[in-house]
C-alpha cells in the first residue's frame, strides 16, 4: 500500500494553496508535515483523505490515481484511509458508539438497521475491533458514557479510536494534540507508535517540532505554495539541505 | 344546581351515548395529522439538508417559499388543494374530495413548510466537522446525511411537534376538502377534533364542544411540552 | 383513465352488500349493483344541522348497503360541488338558483322534498305597519316605503335568495336601497340579533325563529304557508341529481335511488314525523294537502337538444 500525493496544485478560489506538492506514505512509517499556520497542512490531508479532488497533479493509491476510477472504487479507498482532527469532531452519542462508527458504515443496510433496533430497546451488541481501539487509547471504560461529557483530551483519544477501529492502511492526523496536555499527548503518541508497528502508514501534521522528532520517520517541511523538503527526521533535523528548513526550525523565520 | 353541577351532569349522562362519536372523531383526527405529518417529514428532511448543504440554483426562491409557506393561512391550503383534487381539477381522476386522503394532502401542504423550516435551522447548526468526521470513516454522502439528522434530532423532534402542532388544531383546510362528514350512525368519516368543535358549538352542543376541545387542548399542551422539553434538551448538545 | 376509488372500494364491498341485501330481503333487483358505494350528498348548513339527514338516511343505508357521505355547506358552496362533480346528489332550498343549476344542465330528476316556510319579524311598533299582510311582496314594499330598517342576510344562502326573489317580485332593485337596507352578513342568529338590536324587520325561517324567539324582542309580523299566510314566503327542498352526462363519474344509479327512496312513502314519513324539541321542521311534500310527485322544471324552459 503507499497512499500519495503527486504534483498537486490546489486553489481555494483566487487563493493558491498549493503549486506543485508531492508527498508519499507507505505501509509501517510516520510521516510528519511541519510548517507554519495557514501554509496548507490541514488542506493536503483533506486532499489525501479524498475529500476533495486537487485543481491539478494526482493522488494515487497503489499506483491507481483516485480521481480517475469509479465513485464506488474510490469509495473503497477512502475507507482505508482514516482520520482524525484538530478538534475531536465527535458524534453526540455514547463513546462506543463513536468508536464503532466506521465499522458501521462498512456494514449493510440490514446489520445497521438491526443495531439501531437494538439500540433503541437498549440491547447493545459492542463490536470486538470498536472495544479494543479504545482499549488502545484506554478509554475502555468509559465506553458507555456520553461522548459529550469527555475532557477534550479524551475526546481527542476517542476520535483515534474511531479512526483507528475499522484497520485502516493510512492514518492522516491533523494536529492531533495541538490542544492537550502533556499526558494526553503521549497516550496518543504511544497509539500513533502501536498503529506504525500495526504496518499502518501514518501522516501526522504538526507544530510541535519535538513531536516529529519523537514519532516521525520522515519529515516533510511545507512553506509557500510547496514542500521545500522532505526526508528522514534526523537529517531534517540535523542537516537540511534547504536553508530555510533551518530557518523554520530554528525558529528563525516567522511567519 | 350550579352551572359545573349540570355540565357535570351533562357529562356524565351524555357521556357514555357521546364515547362513540368523539373516539372516531379523535381516532380521525390523529389519523389524518400523524399520516400528514409522517409524509411531510419525509419530505421535509431532504429539502432541509439540501437547502442547508448544497448550492443550487433557485435555492433562494426555495427558501423563501419554505418561509411564506410556514405562515400560509389553512383556508387558502383549503382551496388550493380543493381546487387540485376537485373533479375537474388535475388530481381529479382520484376522486379525493370528500376523502380523509385530501385531508392528509392538504395538512401535507400545512406542516411540510413548518418542517422543513425548522429541521432547515437544525440541520444548519449541525458543525462541518462533524460532518467530516462521517465523511473521512468512510461514510458515503447518506450517511454524512443520516448522522446531520442525528445530530440535529432534538431540533428535528422540535420541528415533527411544530408540525403536528399545526396540522391538529388547524380547521380550515380539512373543513373544505374533507366536508366534515360523520355516519348516519354516528362515527366521524371526515370529521376531525377541530371541524366537529365548530359543528357541535353551532348546533348549541357545547358539553361535546367542550370535551373535544379539552381533548384538543391537552394534545397541544402535550406535543408542546414536549417540544419545550426537547428544545432545552437541544441545547445540552456539545 | 385510472381505477375509480368508488368502483375499487365497491368492488372490496361487494360481497358484504350481497349479504346484507339478502338480510333484508331487499325486493329491489338493482341492489347487488349499486351496494357497498358511497353516495356524496352536498346540502346547506341549515338543513344539516337539523339532523334530520341522519334519521333519513340510516334506513336507506341500511336497505341498500351503501354509505352517504352528508356535507354541509352554504346554499352556493352546495351547489358548486354539484356542478364540479364533486358530488351525486343536492339537497338546496334556494329555487332560483336551483333553475340556474338545471338550466345550466347540470343537474338532472330534480323532485320536490318537503317545504317549510319563512316569516317576516320586526319590532312590535312596527313602522311599516306589515303585521297581518298576506302578500309578502306587499309587506316588502311597504318597509321599503317607510324606508325602515330591514337586516338582509346578504350570504346568497337559501334565505338570502329567497329575501331577494321577494324584492324582485316587488320590481324594487336592492343597489338602490339607502341605509336602513343593512347587510347582517352572517347566519341566521347574527341577524335576528342584528334585527333585534337595531330594531329592524328581518326574513327568518320559522324554526330559527321559533327556537330564539325567547331572547330576541322581535315580533312575528307577517306568516307564511304553513300557518296559511303568504304563499310566496314557502321555503320548499328540493333534490336533484348531478346530471350524469355532464359528469360521468358521478354516482347516477345512487343518487336515483336516494331520490326515489327520499320521496317514497318510507322517507316522507320519516321526514313528517321528524321533531326537533317538539317542534316540527319539514313538511312532506308527498304527504301534503296538494302532492307534486312530477319532476319539475324551471317555469318556462325548454331543453334545447343542442347542447
Ligand atoms: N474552505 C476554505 N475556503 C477558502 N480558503 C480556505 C479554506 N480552507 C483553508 N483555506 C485557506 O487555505 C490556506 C491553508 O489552510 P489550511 O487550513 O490548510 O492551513 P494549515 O496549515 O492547516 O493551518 P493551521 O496550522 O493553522 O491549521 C489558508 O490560507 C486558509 O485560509
Ligand atoms: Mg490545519
Same mark, same amino acid.
Given at each position: 500500500m503507499t497512499l500519495e500525493a503527486i504534483d498537486v496544485h490546489h486553489s481555494y478560489g483566487y487563493e493558491t494553496v498549493?503549486?506543485?506538492?508531492?508527498?508519499?506514505?507507505? *505501509?509501517?512509517?510516520?510521516?510528519?508535515?511541519?510548517? *507554519?499556520?495557514?501554509?496548507?497542512?490541514?488542506?493536503?490531508?483533506?486532499?489525501?483523505?479524498?475529500?476533495?479532488? *486537487?485543481?491539478? /497533479?494526482?493522488?494515487?493509491?497503489?499506483?491507481? *490515481?483516485?480521481?480517475?476510477?469509479?465513485?464506488?472504487?474510490?469509495?473503497?479507498?477512502?475507507?482505508?484511509? /482514516?482520520?482524525? #482532527?484538530?478538534?475531536?469532531s465527535l458524534f453526540d452519542a455514547s463513546v462506543r458508539r463513536n468508536a464503532e462508527y466506521g465499522l458501521r458504515v462498512r456494514q449493510s443496510w440490514r446489520e445497521r438497521l438491526r443495531h439501531e433496533l437494538g439500540g433503541l430497546v437498549g440491547k447493545e451488541n459492542g463490536t470486538g475491533a470498536a472495544v479494543d481501539a479504545l482499549e488502545t487509547v484506554g478509554l475502555r471504560e468509559q465506553a458507555e458514557q456520553d461522548a459529550s461529557s469527555l475532557s477534550g483530551g479524551e475526546a481527542q483519544r476517542v476520535a483515534f479510536a474511531r479512526a483507528l477501529a475499522y484497520d485502516p492502511d493510512v492514518l492522516l492526523l491533523d494536529e492531533p494534540t495541538s490542544d492537550l496536555d502533556p499526558r494526553n499527548t503521549a497516550v496518543l503518541e504511544d497509539a500513533v507508535l502501536e498503529a506504525r508497528d500495526r504496518d499502518i502508514g501514518v501522516v501526522i501534521a504538526t507544530h510541535d517540532m519535538h513531536q516529529a522528532e519523537r514519532i516521525a520517520d520522515r519529515v516533510g517541511v511545507l512553506l509557500g505554495d510547496e514542500i521545500i523538503e522532505v526526508g528522514p527526521t534526523e537529517r531534517v533535523f540535523e542537516d537540511p539541505v534547504d536553508d530555510r528548513t533551518r530557518k523554520f526550525i530554528s525558529g528563525e523565520l516567522i511567519y | 344546581m350550579s352551572l359545573e353541577q349540570q355540565m357535570l351532569t351533562a357529562l356524565v349522562v351524555d357521556f357514555p351515548f357521546e364515547w362513540n362519536y368523539i373516539r372516531s372523531i379523535v381516532r380521525v383526527s390523529l389519523y389524518v395529522s400523524l399520516t400528514a405529518v409522517a409524509l411531510s417529514t419525509l419530505l421535509s428532511l431532504p429539502v432541509a439538508l439540501l437547502v442547508g448543504f448544497k448550492e443550487f440554483r433557485g435555492k433562494t426562491l426555495l427558501t423563501s417559499i419554505i418561509n411564506t409557506g410556514m405562515g400560509f393561512p389553512s383556508v387558502v391550503v383549503g382551496l388550493v388543494v380543493l381546487f387540485a383534487v376537485s373533479n375537474q381539477g388535475p388530481l381529479g381522476s382520484f376522486d379525493l374530495v370528500f376523502t380523509t386522503e385530501a385531508m392528509i394532502l392538504s395538512q401535507i401542504v400545512l406542516a411540510a413548510p413548518v418542517i422543513t423550516g425548522v429541521s432547515l435551522a437544525a440541520v444548519s447548526s449541525v458543525e462541518q466537522n462533524v460532518r467530516d468526521a462521517a465523511y473521512a470513516m468512510g461514510g458515503t454522502n447518506l450517511d454524512v446525511a443520516l448522522v446531520t439528522i442525528k445530530e440535529a434530532r432534538y431540533g428535528i423532534a422540535t420541528a415533527v411537534l411544530a408540525g403536528f402542532g399545526r396540522a391538529i388544531?388547524?380547521? +380550515?383546510?380539512?373543513?373544505?376538502?374533507?366536508?366534515?362528514?360523520?355516519?348516519?350512525? +354516528?362515527?366521524?368519516?371526515?370529521?376531525?377534533?377541530?371541524?366537529?368543535?365548530?359543528?357541535?358549538?353551532?348546533?348549541?352542543? #357545547?358539553?361535546?364542544?367542550?370535551?373535544?376541545?379539552?381533548?384538543?387542548?391537552?394534545?397541544?399542551?402535550?406535543?408542546?411540552?414536549?417540544?419545550?422539553?426537547? /428544545?432545552?434538551g437541544g441545547g445540552r448538545y456539545g | 383513465m385510472t381505477i375509480q376509488r368508488r368502483e375499487f372500494l365497491s368492488v372490496l364491498g361487494g360481497g358484504v352488500a350481497v349479504g346484507l341485501a339478502g338480510c333484508t330481503g331487499a325486493d329491489d333487483s338493482d341492489g347487488p349493483e349499486i351496494s357497498g358505494e358511497t353516495l356524496t350528498l352536498t346540502t346547506t348548513t341549515s338543513t344539516y344541522d337539523t339532523g334530520l339527514l341522519d334519521e333519513l338516511n340510516a334506513p336507506f343505508e341500511d336497505r341498500y348497503g351503501v354509505t352517504v357521505d352528508a356535507v354541509a355547506q352554504g346554499t352556493g358552496a352546495a351547489l358548486r360541488t354539484a356542478r364540479d362533480g364533486d358530488s351525486d346528489v343536492v339537497m338546496v332550498h334556494a329555487r332560483s338558483l336551483e333553475d340556474e343549476f338545471m338550466e345550466e344542465g347540470y343537474g338532472v330528476n330534480r323532485r320536490d322534498l318537503m317545504f317549510n316556510d319563512f316569516v317576516i319579524v320586526g319590532e312590535s311598533d312596527d313602522p311599516a305597519d306589515v303585521e297581518g299582510e298576506d302578500d309578502a311582496a306587499a309587506a316588502f314594499e311597504a318597509i321599503a316605503e317607510a324606508e325602515a330598517t330591514f337586516v338582509s342576510r346578504g350570504d346568497e344562502s337559501g334565505t338570502h335568495t329567497k329575501e331577494l326573489e321577494i324584492w324582485d317580485e316587488t320590481g324594487l332593485t336592492v343597489e338602490e336601497f339607502g341605509e336602513w337596507y343593512l347587510d347582517g352578513g352572517g347566519g341566521m342568529g347574527e341577524t335576528l340579533n342584528t334585527a333585534n338590536l337595531d330594531g329592524g324587520y328581518t326574513l327568518v325561517d320559522r324554526g330559527t325563529f321559533l327556537d330564539m324567539r325567547d331572547e330576541i324582542d322581535l315580533e312575528l309580523l307577517v306568516e307564511g304557508p304553513v300557518e296559511g299566510g303568504s304563499e310566496m314566503l314557502m321555503n320548499p327542498y328540493g333534490i336533484v341529481a348531478v346530471n350524469p352526462a355532464v359528469h360521468d363519474n358521478v354516482n347516477y344509479d345512487l343518487a336515483m335511488a336516494y331520490i326515489g327512496y327520499i320521496t317514497s312513502l318510507e322517507g316522507q314519513e320519516i321526514i313528517e314525523e321528524y321533531r326537533s324539541n317538539d317542534e316540527q321542521l319539514f313538511f312532506a311534500e308527498a304527504l301534503s294537502e296538494d302532492p307534486n310527485f312530477r319532476q319539475y322544471l324551471p317555469e318556462g324552459w325548454e331543453r334545447s337538444s343542442d347542447d
Open positions: 498549493f503549486e506543485g506538492v508531492s508527498l508519499s506514505v507507505t *505501509p509501517g512509517e510516520v510521516v510528519a508535515i511541519i510548517g *507554519p499556520s495557514g501554509v496548507g497542512k490541514s488542506t493536503l490531508l483533506r486532499l489525501l483523505a479524498l475529500f476533495d479532488a *486537487p485543481d491539478d /497533479g494526482a493522488i494515487v493509491y497503489d499506483d491507481d *490515481p483516485v480521481w480517475e476510477v469509479s465513485d464506488q472504487r474510490r469509495l473503497e479507498y477512502r475507507r482505508r484511509i /482514516g482520520m482524525v #482532527f484538530q478538534d475531536a | 388544531s388547524e380547521v +380550515g383546510s380539512v373543513l373544505i376538502v374533507g366536508g366534515n362528514i360523520a355516519s348516519s350512525d +354516528g362515527t366521524s368519516v371526515t370529521r376531525t377534533i377541530t371541524t366537529a368543535i365548530q359543528l357541535e358549538a353551532r348546533q348549541g352542543r #357545547f358539553e361535546t364542544a367542550m370535551i373535544l376541545g379539552a381533548i384538543l387542548v391537552v394534545l397541544v399542551l402535550l406535543v408542546n411540552a414536549i417540544v419545550v422539553r426537547l /428544545g432545552s | -
